[in-house]
């Protein structure tokens, strides 16, 4: 009985995420041929709008705002493209390409594939090889992944000040409440993670980076899992990018005499060995958060793509008998996801650990 | 290509929030409640070890403690011992004294026996010379005649006078 509680979140979920499915491809099947790719793309992209459902032919949409800073800054709802004027292309193979020019405060934009541009004189934009060629505004527009970035911000909030609040009011006491849920994590980010991988006098002063960095992580991989939110931020490479230069700069601003020796005067190589190693070592300073931000991005975005194609299979057949293959998989895949999540968050947070670790260890030989 | 390019406004904004929430959570989340986990570490470090001195000190005067009943228990034992021996010699004292007061006037009633038997013997012997003198002048008288009769008769009768 315990076990079927405990599993009722994940059922919910999955169920959650198999209606608003059906609605939502539904409603395209009656209009036009279901695209697996242009689903999941769509997905996995970040969006100007946020698309809830649809239920009987009606969306559920927040037309989120527009931020472009053009000769100054301009800030509008993003329905003017998503409720504008579709403008054509004919390149000269003669396929068709189409487009949305924006109406009102848009006027003069237009947005293709989620990237806005600016229109030319003629009020249109040309096309080379599928690709808009017109001149590109700065868009710094609160996109669905700006919201489930402030989301999940304020999700951690929730999590971490209430427990603030119990250790402020309490004193130094065992744990309840909320704070008995949060203050293991936090245990394991201080001992498994920052004093497991850095010097034991040193590990102290990045407790707070690194447990921001595992909560942040953990929790948007865990929004990301709500299937109506379809949020998809840290499979966002804009997202780990922040992550991995954070993580960079953490490991070059603490980093001492010893860590600076080891790349430019490796002891005990030979000088015209350094003359490879030396390259070696500069580029493995920046491979290392390189290989933070790609792992994140690609096994959270993997998870969303192997979740949404296996509901798909459902919509490529057009039969709901498929559902009983696509359900069980999707719910594996789903339940596997939680874990992912979580392991995620530890990798990205255990080894930005260790190569802080590796700046600040002192030489022992 | 636009799905591993990272977008400026969405590399801004994120890295904006995060930022801020590092900031927000070190200031007012996790520099309390890492104190206030490593005090109550400290706590329960420091309340072992009380309670480790605690039990050895409990144990140290468990042994004082023991050490002294051991040692009451022998002076009692030594106490009962000596009052004991004590007893005994009186007893024995008491015997021996008694003993030697008996032998003394046994002694003495022997001596005082003696004494009184010695005074009989006397009175005897006396009263035997008075028959013996008078025994003799009977004789003296009846046989005078003869001298050396007489003598002999005498000595006779001297010798035949046994002084017990």
Redesign the interface.
């Known amino acids: 009985m315990i076990e079927l509680r405990k599993m009722r979140p994940i059922l919910l979920g999955a169920a959650l995420m198999l209606s608003s499915f059906l609605t939502f491809a539904g409603g395209n099947h009656e209009t036009e041929e279901f695209n697996v790719t242009e689903t999941i793309?769509h997905h996995?992209?970040?969006a100007h709008e946020w698309h809830i459902a649809e239920i009987n032919g009606k969306h559920i949409t927040f037309y989120l705002p527009i931020?472009l800073v053009d000769n100054g800054v301009k800030i509008f709802s993003s329905e003017v493209f998503y409720h504008g004027e579709e403008k054509t292309y004919t390149d000269h193979e003669g396929n068709t390409i189409s487009y949305i020019a924006g109406t009102g405060k848009g006027e003069g934009y237009a947005m293709f594939?989620e990237?806005i541009y600016k229109l030319d004189e003629n009020g249109e934009l040309a096309f080379e090889h599928d690709h808009p060629t017109n001149a590109k505004p700065?868009?710094?527009?609160?996109?669905r992944?700006?919201i489930a970035?402030?989301l999940g911000?304020l999700v951690?909030?929730l999590l971490?000040?209430p427990?603030?609040n119990f250790?402020?009011k309490n004193?130094?006491?065992?744990p309840k409440g909320m704070a008995k849920f949060v203050?293991p994590l936090?245990?394991h980010v201080?001992d498994d993670i920052a004093k497991a991988n850095i010097d034991e006098h040193k590990y102290k002063k990045y407790?707070?980076?690194l447990?921001?960095l595992f909560?942040?992580i953990w929790v948007n991989n865990m929004i990301g899992l709500i299937p109506v939110m379809g949020s998809n931020?840290t499979g966002?490479?804009?997202?780990t990018?922040?992550?991995a230069?954070?993580a960079l700069l953490a490991t070059l601003f603490s980093a001492n005499k010893n860590y600076w020796k080891h790349i430019f005067a490796t002891p005990g190589v030979p000088i015209p060995l350094l003359i490879i190693m030396v390259p070696i070592e500069i580029i493995g300073i920046f491979t290392k958060p390189f290989s933070l931000m790609v792992r994140l991005?690609a096994n959270i975005?993997a998870g969303h793509i192997i979740i949404i194609a296996l509901v798909s299979i459902i919509f490529i057949n057009k039969n709901m008998g498929w559902a009983g293959l696509s359900v069980p998989m999707a719910l594996f895949i789903s339940v596997l996801e939680l874990l992912v999540a979580y392991l995620q968050a530890y990798l990205f947070t255990m080894l930005t650990a260790l190569y802080i670790g590796g700046a600040v260890e002192e030489a022992h030989h | 290509m636009?799905?591993?390019?990272?977008?400026?406004?969405?590399?801004?904004?994120?890295?904006l929030?995060?930022?801020?929430?590092?900031v927000?959570?070190?200031k007012?989340?996790?520099?309390?409640?890492?104190g206030?986990?490593n005090?109550?570490e400290q706590?329960i470090a420091e309340a072992l070890e009380l309670a480790k001195k605690t039990r050895a000190e409990m144990a140290a005067l468990q042994s004082q403690n023991e050490a002294l009943l051991k040692e009451a228990k022998a002076e009692r034992d030594a106490i009962v011992k000596d009052a004991r021996e004590v007893a005994t010699k009186m007893v024995e004292e008491a015997k021996s004294k008694a003993k030697a007061e008996a032998d003394k006037m046994i002694e003495d009633a022997r001596t005082a026996i003696q004494t009184e038997k010695n005074a009989a013997m006397a009175d005897v012997k006396s009263q035997i010379a008075d028959l013996a003198v008078e025994i003799a002048e009977k004789i003296v008288r009846t046989a005078i005649s003869d001298d050396s009769k007489q003598q002999e008769l005498a000595a006779k009768l001297a010798g035949e006078l046994n002084l017990n």
């Open positions: 793309m996995i992209k970040d931020i594939h990237k700065w868009d710094f527009s609160m996109t992944n700006v970035t402030l911000a951690v909030l971490v000040i427990t603030a250790f402020r004193g130094a006491v065992a203050e936090i245990l201080r407790v707070p980076f447990l921001t909560f942040f931020l966002s490479i804009s997202l990018f922040v992550l230069v954070l991005f975005t | 636009d799905l591993i390019t990272p977008n400026v406004g969405l590399v801004f904004w994120t890295g929030v995060f930022v801020i929430l590092l927000l959570l070190t007012f989340a996790w520099k309390p409640i890492l206030m986990i005090k109550r706590d």
